[in-house]
């Protein structure tokens, strides 16, 4: 009987320390970051960007986001790129 008792808090035990461990380590995990890899070549248009993130790795580009939520990768070395990044910065500002 003692050894069945034993047995039995045995095991309560071990599938607590399982469940603990697995809830443990989903919830550690970090959020999904989004890498650029292919660039857009086409002009966005600057009322629609909500913000934006900057990237060197794996290649140097800015991320667009937009309103809704769409993130948009384009070369961080052209002019109206450099001119949408203001203007977020400005509105961001004026907040």
């Not at 989903?26 to 913000?51: G, P, Y």
């Not at 937009?66 to 910065?89: E, L, P």
Request: aromatic share 8%; glycine share 4%; net charge positive.
């Amino acid at each position: 009987m003692k050894l069945h008792t034993t047995a039995i808090l045995l095991l309560f035990w071990l599938g607590i320390f399982t469940v603990h461990t697995v809830k443990g380590s989903a919830s550690s995990q970090s959020m999904r970051k989004f890498r650029c890899v292919n660039l857009s070549t086409k002009q966005l248009n600057i009322r629609n960007i909500a913000s934006y993130e900057k990237q060197q790795v794996p290649t140097d580009a800015i991320m667009f986001i937009t309103a809704g939520g769409i993130r948009i990768c384009v070369s961080a070395n052209q002019k109206w790129v450099q001119a949408a990044i203001k203007r977020v910065d400005e509105r961001r500002a004026a907040k």
